[in-house]
């Protein structure tokens, strides 16, 4: 892209906090991939019509020209931001950052501010209406995947500091997916999570992450029944690997799809439970998954692919969740941090932009690399703050930290 990706690529620590610094010069605001259906009147029309709210949503999405000012769309700050940088703050601070401290406390605020109300148990949402092939969201309704995402974070500030409130709102978090949304429970196969209320999309991923956050909640509260719930959700998700290691979308021909970050999602959960018991079954489909994850999903250059079908986009998110992946990968092998280095180098050189204005101390990812065209615009909740999580899980292997439920919590 540029000279000054190449010359970023080198330096994760210096990257790290010119993005940090970019981050609080913008106010954590930014357009989002998913934000056409807030455009102003007459474009908002296309809200009326399913196919229609898809088409712009994807005229929006992947044009190279960013068309938001023209459609009046405007810039916001999106709840599932805090919860990643609240994440990358408490990393920090255990590598010794002192105003990481105050900086988490700050980002949790922020993110209890946003709980949605209305439910039985702590949720959050995506504040904006939008629409893919499987959900037609009217905005601001409860999703589990960013309630995952939340309760993660209260969860690992719970384990460094053991404050019971901050386990109280994961536990909560649990009661939301649950009640509110629901679980579907298919026997023998185990069970797995709905995205939305009253959705009936089997997505694979969600069903991993839940099935580890309930595992993870379960051994601080000591109930048996929801450890038995998250060990049904990860196995069904084990059941339904594919052959070659891969795991689709989710069920059915709609998902019938493989792609970089959803995968790391689902490696992330299954290492979790590897580490925390040791069982033979989940070692097993981890290790499938992580051989067919590095090599179908990263080019020879070490460029995350999009999916199994193409290197473009190079995403922003995409390639913020390989770096994570493998960083945390690296805790049961240490060749997977060497590739993470690897990885960080190429995606500053794809995607990394200096910010006119601040020079070397300021700047952001893209938000992707198309074959003959490059997004520029700065989506914060699709990809900055999950790359500031992303470089600061890679600052964190090099220092050798350890996850954080392996700490023993305050007393």
């Known amino acids: 892209m540029t000279g000054a990706g190449e010359a970023r690529a080198g330096d994760v620590e210096s990257t ?15 357009y989002d991939p998913y934000d056409a259906l807030t455009a102003a009147f007459p474009w908002s029309l296309a809200r009326r019509n399913r196919l229609a709210a898809r088409v712009l949503t994807q005229i929006v999405k992947t044009s190279p020209v960013n068309l938001r000012p023209a459609l009046g769309i405007r810039k916001r700050v999106l709840s599932k931001t805090w919860s990643d940088l609240a994440s990358a703050a408490l990393l920090r601070r255990r590598m010794g950052d002192r ?8 980002f949790f605020a922020r993110l ?36 995952i995402n939340a309760a993660v974070a209260y969860l690992e500030s719970y384990e460094l500091d053991g404050r019971d409130a901050d386990l109280a709102v994961a536990r909560s978090a649990i009661e939301f997916i649950r009640n509110d949304l629901g679980i579907v429970d298919e026997g023998a196969d185990g069970v797995w999570l709905r995205y939305f209320a009253g959705q009936d999309a089997c997505v694979y991923n969600v069903a991993a992450l839940g099935g580890a956050l309930f595992r993870r909640v379960a051994h601080y509260t000591g109930e048996e029944e929801l450890a038995a719930l998250g060990t049904r959700a990860l196995r069904f998700v084990i059941q339904h690997q594919n052959a070659d290691g891969s795991w689709n979308y989710a069920r059915g021909p709609q998902g019938a799809w493989v792609d970089g970050f959803h995968t790391g999602y689902v490696l992330e959960a299954l290492l979790q439970a590897a580490l925390w018991d040791g069982d033979p079954v ?3 489909a981890l290790d499938r998954g992580t051989d067919f994850y590095r ?13 199994t079908a193409s290197r473009f986009p190079v995403d922003v998110q995409n390639c913020a969740q390989a770096i994570q992946t493998l960083s945390r990968l690296a805790w049961i092998d240490p060749s997977a941090l060497e590739h993470a280095e690897r990885v960080t180098q190429a995606v500053c050189r794809q995607l990394w932009i200096p910010a006119p204005s601040g020079g070397s101390e300021r700047g952001w990812f893209a938000a992707w690399r198309g074959k003959l065209a490059v997004n520029r615009v700065p989506l914060v909740r699709w990809g900055q703050a999950p790359m500031v999580l992303a470089l600061d899980s890679l ?9 954080s439920w392996e700490r023993t919590p305050a007393t």
């Not at 790290?16 to 930014?30: C, K």
């Not at 090599?295 to 070490?302: T, V």
């Open 282 to 284: 989940t070692h097993a």
């Open 16 to 30: 790290e906090r010119a993005l940090r610094s970019w981050l609080a010069d913008a106010q954590y605001a930014s």
């Open 395 to 403: 600052l964190a292997a090099r220092h050798g930290l350890r996850p």
């Open 99 to 106: 105003p990481a401290t105050g900086e988490a406390a700050a």
């Open 295 to 307: 090599r179908a999903l990263f080019d020879p250059d070490d460029v995350p692919r999009y999916s």
């Open 112 to 147: 209890h501010a946003e709980l949605v109300p209305g439910y039985s148990g702590a949720c959050w949402a995506l504040a904006t209406p939008y629409v893919t092939r499987f959900t037609n969201s009217r905005g601001g309704d409860g999703n589990v995947f960013w309630t």
